[in-house]
Every structure is written in structure tokens, then in C-alpha cells.
């Protein structure tokens, strides 16, 4: 035991307010705890009956636990910062802890839990199963609670407070068996209503060139804030090398690029799928990734602006009759967007969304290189031509908007 007061029998004062490690330093503790716990039977004891304690409420674990919480939180949030995502609510698994006994408890009042070599379980088997569902585990032999526990706790703490119509998990698809167990209990005994949809979204690993798991340049393992650094500084670079870009918005064209590669990176796969982190092709201009829809993006931006720097204005937005195959083939994509949109979100499958704009990105494409937009002497044929791309660009936008992507001004 490190020389702490959390761990000093005999100490009756406040705990300190500043947590005694770093997230680096969690980050080593982690791992080191969960080998040698494999490794020692008499640590992986001690480990669990502290584990026990804790969730009966020990002043110092609790004390301890805070802290933990505390600094992995404040990590969370920079990371999500960066990524330009934010959450309404911010609740762990030990929120839902004071639901835990009366849960328990009526698992039990309904008969549907029963002991089983000391521990409670709930039968989840199904008629028609084609595989056999072991029990959920609601409470340990000892009175420890389990991850099943917490989740059905989440969920009767989410009934009360929002009643929704369909739970989305995104996990790691490894716990698929898990989220069968707890879903199918909390039908069972009527915590979530039987009409109300529960979805397992499990994801896939994120792999390097070589097949394992993706690393940092140092070897070590990759934190997402490394990620970030490393493509925002394959980005600037080629940034840099292309020369288009003022110095002044440099970085923050940078910042925008390399987040639009991760996630789109990232959201163009297959949610369950394992997949190569490639960062010389996910930062690419060209091909199927975020820097080349969002360079089309810019394009179009461009044509407009002078456009209307030379007419004064845009046109109204008008689509005319096409007139060759590639401006036929933009407006049909353009017109699956609304479906497109539509299947996405029943099937939760962001990777449609993706697919379309890479689509479009190349319908738009290959119009643009098969007429000269601006250089159209038939007027009317150019303001429908405007129309067309301006139709085009805030598709994209909406649809990079729906990713959590934003477009630069310059590329």
C-alpha cells in the first residue's frame, strides 16, 4: 500500500483535495493492478473486498474513488473538447448506486431472482434462443455489486427520470453478451417497458499498418489526445506545402482538417468492424476521407464567392433540366440525401452517411471537371450550373455537420 492517509487505519481528518496521482500516472496503475491480479490470487482477494467496501460507502475509498473520478472526468472533457463534442449529462455508474437495493429487491419480491453458489442471478434464456444465455449475475456471493447490476440500476434511474423510446449502447462488441443479459432482465421485471427498443451498437478495434494495436510513435499505447497530435501535424504540413492557405488560418485550418479525418476516419467504417488507422491515407485530399470532402466543400465555396463577386449576387436557387450525364448523375445523388439520412438513423449506421457524401463529393467532381462553371457564356445555363454546386455544398455541409465536421475557408 502507497503511504497515504486513504490507507491509514488511524486517521480521523479531512482528506486532502488534491488527488495524489496524474491520469498518466492511472494509466500505468491500471494495467499493473489488472496483470497482477491475474497473477496473485491473495492481491486479486485484497482487491475485491476493497472493491466491496467501497460500494458499501468506506470514507477513505470513497475519498479516494472521488479523486479518480475527478481527474478522469477533467481528462474526458479536454479530450471531447478538442473533438468538439459535448454532453447534455455527465453520470457515471455510481449515480445510479442508490437504486441498487430496492432493484435487487424487487427482482427477488417478483420470484425472478434466485441464489445460485451463494451469488443472485435472473434467468434470461428465451424460448426459440439458438445459443444457451448463461444467468445475469445480479449481486456476488459476497453482496458486491456487478457491472449488470449498475446497468439495470442506469436503467431505472433513466425510466424515472426521461422515459425513453430507445437506448442506443456503444460499446465495444466484445460485452454483446452482457447487454442480452441486462436487456432481457430489465424487460423481464418490467424496468423498461416491453415496446421500447434497446440497441447494442458494438464497435470494432482501431488497428495500426501492422494488424495490432494501434501505438504511438513512441511504441506506447494511444491516447486520443496523441492521436490528434499526430494527424493535426500531418495535416499542417501539407497544408503548408500546398501554399493556398493564409498564415493566419493555418492552425485552425489544421485543427479542422485533422478532426475531420479522425472522424471520418473513424464513422466511414462499419460500426462493428476492425479496421487499419492509416494516417497518410485518412489525412489524404484525395480519395474517401474527411479532407477531400471537406476540400470539395471549400471549392464550391470558391466558385460561389466569385460568382457573386462578379454578378453582385447568387441566383435564385433553381435546378434546371440536366444537360449531360455528369450533372444528371450529381442531381440524382442529390436527391437520395433525404433517404439516405432517413436509413441512417433507423439503422444507427453513421457509415451511410459517409458513403453518400463520398458519392456526391465524386458526382460533384466529375461535373466540375466536365464544365467550366464560371467560364459558361450562356447565362441562364450558368446560374442553373451555380444553383446545382450551391445545392451541392450545403448537402455536404449538413450532412459533415451531422458528423461533427466543420469546413474550412481555405484549403
Known sequence: KPDLVYFDQDYSGDFPEEAPFTISELEDIYPAASKKSKEDEAFAERAHQATLKLQQGYAPYRALWRHIMNVSLKDLKKNYDNLNVHFDLWKGESDADPYIPALI???????LAYESNGALVVDIAEEGDSREYPPCIIRKSDGAALYATSDLATLVQREQDYQPDRYIYVVDKRQELHFIQVFRAAKKAGIVPQETKMIFLGFGTMNGKDGGPFKTREGGVMRLEYLIRDINEAVCEKIREKDK????????TSRKVALAAVKYGDLSNQATKDYVFDIDRFTSFEGNTGP????MVVRIKSILARYAEEKGSLPDLRIRTAGSDSEKKLMLSLSRFGETIESAFAETAPHRVCQYMAETADAFNDFYLENKILAEPDEE?????IS???????ILDTCMDLLGIESPEHM
Request: net charge negative; charged share 35%; glycine share 10%.
Open 245 to 252: 492557405v493564409p498564415e493566419e488560418e493555418i492552425e485552425e
Open 381 to 385: 445555363k450558368k446560374a442553373g450550373f
Open 292 to 295: 477531400h470532402i471537406q476540400y
Open 388 to 394: 446545382l454546386i450551391r445545392l451541392t455544398g450545403m
Open 105 to 111: 429487491q424487487d427482482f427477488i419480491d417478483k420470484g
